[in-house]
């Protein structure tokens, strides 16, 4: 017993000297990004003290006209959108068994996961009453008939789905073997419910603007608004995964081994041709809601000019795209439309969201500086965290601490 | 504001189905040309 409590004692002292010297930076200090991010991450934090001591409007241009603005409208309605590689590669790897994309799984799981905790929590920084965002949660006014019922639940348990979903990551850095062995065996299960919890809060987002039916501009207002979003989250998180992919590729390029390194434009590559046939689906269904809405009669003026930017720039033309790259395997014009059609995402979601929101009010909304600024702190701040994981967790390196699993074993020997 | 407009859902019918038609071909199309890319020649 004395023994145990020694082991156990000394064991904790490890694990913190252990915390302790990982707290200390790795790399270089003085890099372009950090002497951007940190001056613009302090400002933002100055920001949100002004608007927690004195409210939205100190620092926001939102009045009763607009109470959505960028913070919504970009933080959350696009962010998660862009958050939703992490449920297509989890599908594509452990539901389908493309063992191909394994090795950006953790990555990709880790940028949805920071995203959900990122943007999804950005809805704080927007509520009125900040201190209301439990009452989904304990009960309190649960609102089962509002949309924003499923979707506040959701984003919590998806957000606990997705940290079982890279625990393993996590049992590995700190060496918890068997932690490890416990927590890969709830991979699967955690991924099914993630996926479903994904379809539905995905489109829920969208759900929510169906009651806004007189604000929203006819070309953009549609009752398929929740699957139009669904589809288009499929897209958008495989651009993001190419997107984020190439750059974390050249980041943490000592990170990952060249067999890795080889394979990683065949990944790209696939990942295009899964892009261009959910775009082209996209386009059918929004070539749908065109004929079945008549919704030709709109285009002859500004909004019917802005409206097909959006839907032929920055749908139609990336998904072109995407096809000629995939198929003649141009990795340069790949990541090119995977830029484009996440402009599209973001053009598409801020015109329903912001843009073409109240579009008949004589007064506009736009967006005061230090909304902009605060958007800036959310994305740099999450850059950060993610790069202090990745320098640390086996996230693109391989496991080299842990034995291998003994079907591993027996699987590589066979 | 006045929100309900009645819309007569069969009125493109006919466009809608011929549109139908046209991406299922379409989709065959594509996914068989992304499927015979240079990778697999």
């Known amino acids: 017993m004395t023994s145990e409590r020694i082991d156990g004692t000394s064991g904790a002292r490890r694990l913190l000297r252990f915390l302790v010297s990982e707290m200390k930076p790795k790399g270089p200090l003085l890099t372009p990004f950090n002497l951007i991010s940190i001056p613009v991450i302090l400002l933002g934090i100055g920001i949100l003290v002004v608007r927690f001591i004195y409210g939205l409007g100190s620092v926001t241009n939102l009045s009763q006209a607009y109470p959505w603005g960028l913070w919504i409208g970009f933080d959350v309605v696009t962010g998660v959108a862009f958050a939703g590689g992490a449920y297509v590669i989890t599908f594509v790897v452990y539901v389908m068994r493309l063992e191909k994309y394994h090795p950006i799984v953790r990555a990709t799981v880790l940028n949805g996961l920071l995203a959900y905790v990122f943007y999804a929590g950005a809805l704080v920084l927007d509520l009125g009453r900040p201190w209301n965002v439990v009452n989904p949660i304990i009960g309190n006014s649960f609102g089962y008939n509002s949309v924003l019922f499923l979707v506040s639940w959701h984003f919590m348990l998806y957000m606990l789905t997705e940290l079982l979903e890279f625990s393993p990551a996590v049992a590995e850095w700190l060496r918890w073997k068997k932690a490890r062995r416990i927590l890969s065996s709830l991979t699967l299960g955690a991924v099914i419910f993630g996926v479903t919890l994904s379809t539905l809060h995905q489109s829920g987002l969208g759900a929510l603007f169906l009651m806004a039916k007189p604000k929203i501009h006819p070309l953009w207002y549609t009752e398929f608004i929740p699957v139009l979003f669904f589809v288009s989250s499929i897209y958008a998180g495989l651009s993001m995964i190419i997107l984020e992919g190439t750059i974390s590729h050249r980041v943490f390029r000592a990170q990952i081994d060249s067999k890795r390194h080889h394979k990683f434009d065949d990944m790209l590559l696939g990942l295009g041709k899964g892009a261009a046939i959910t775009m082209f689906v996209y386009y059918f269904f929004k070539a749908l809601v065109f004929l079945h809405d008549r919704q030709w009669n709109l285009l002859g003026d500004r909004w019917g000019a802005w409206y097909l930017v959006e839907v032929l720039g920055f749908v139609l033309v990336p998904c072109a795209m995407f096809t000629y790259a995939a198929r003649s395997r141009r990795v340069g014009l790949l990541r090119t439309a995977a830029a484009m059609a996440l402009v599209g995402i973001l053009l598409n979601r801020m015109n329903i969201s912001v843009i073409a929101f109240n579009w008949l009010s004589p007064v506009r909304y736009f967006p005061s500086w230090q909304e902009f600024v605060v958007t800036l702190t959310v994305v740099f701040t999450e850059i950060w965290v993610f790069r202090w994981i990745v320098l640390r967790m086996p996230v693109l390196r391989e496991p080299h601490e842990l034995p291998r699993a003994p079907e591993l074993e027996a699987r590589a020997a066979a | ?41």
């Open chain 2, 1 to 41: 504001m006045e929100t309900y407009t009645y819309v007569n859902i069969f009125e493109t019918k006919g466009l809608e189905y011929l549109l139908l038609i046209s991406f299922l071909v379409l989709f065959v199309v594509l996914v068989r040309y992304l499927g015979a890319g240079r990778e697999e020649r």
